[in-house]
């Protein structure tokens, strides 16, 4: 069965700091994986999506790496921000449903 | 861009109560998803189904069921609410081909008295 592990469970960072996310699977024949954003109380939005074709995403300060030799994907974020804290968790797909991480939690100081 | 929408954002029920659960997407979307959250479990997959009609039970199914008889809905009903189901309930959608983006709704919060 697909696991999905995100280290560290929680992370401060002063702003302007670029900072790495790291995500591990267990499967390595993944279709996709995504990465979302879940602020206090509100549902997920959707960052970055990688096809098992591809290698990486980029939207603004975002990049998400894919490695599915190493079953690894990053999610890197660059000048962070006060407005980027916030839960961030990414989920595989095999076959649906997605599997999900529990996320990291990100704080950034002002 | 897909809108998924949850018809309620805040719900506070009584023990023994049914409660329903709305879930409406616009895309067309063949797949649907009922989630809850909690604190220090993540995301944990109640039912899900893959067309109309369709159900399939996720990894926590028990004291719930769901209904899906129009593609663009899907309903999770708790048929006698009990404490231990106050939480942070989540629907998403997923389209069969392309880029099967997982689109959420903005959740429901529901608190059982």
């Known amino acids: 069965k697909q696991e999905v592990t995100q280290i560290p469970a929680a992370l401060s960072v002063p702003e302007g700091e670029n900072l790495v996310l790291n995500c591990s699977f267990t499967?390595?024949?993944?279709?996709?994986l995504q990465w979302f954003r879940q602020d206090p109380g509100k549902g997920l939005t959707s960052l970055l999506l990688?096809?098992?074709?591809?290698r990486e995403q980029t939207s603004g300060r975002l990049n998400a790496s894919l490695d599915k030799s190493s079953g690894r994907s990053t999610l890197y974020i660059a000048a962070s921000q006060p407005g980027d804290s916030a839960t961030y968790l990414c989920?595989?797909?095999?076959?649906?449903?997605?599997?999900f991480g529990k996320g990291t939690r990100l704080s950034v100081i002002a | 861009d897909v809108k998924v929408t949850q018809s309620s954002r805040y719900l506070v029920k009584r023990t023994g109560e049914k409660v329903f659960l709305e879930c409406v997407q616009d895309?067309?979307?063949?797949?649907m998803f009922w989630y809850r959250q909690d604190p220090g479990l993540g995301l944990r997959l109640i039912y899900f189904?893959?067309?109309?009609?369709?159900?399939e039970k996720g990894d926590i199914p028990e004291g719930y069921s769901v209904s899906r008889e129009k593609k663009e809905r899907f309903s999770l009903i708790l048929e006698s609410a009990s404490t231990n189901q106050t939480s942070m309930y989540l629907c998403?959608?997923?389209?069969?081909?392309?880029?099967?983006?997982?689109?959420f709704g903005a959740g429901s919060r529901l608190t059982v008295l």
């Open positions: 989920a595989a797909l095999l076959v649906s449903p997605l599997v």
């Open positions: 499967d390595s024949a993944i279709y996709n």
């Open positions: 990688i096809q098992s074709s591809q």
């Open positions: 895309m067309d979307h063949e797949n």
């Open positions: 189904s893959y067309d109309v009609k369709m159900k």
């Open positions: 998403a959608s997923l389209q069969s081909s392309g880029a099967n983006v997982l689109t």
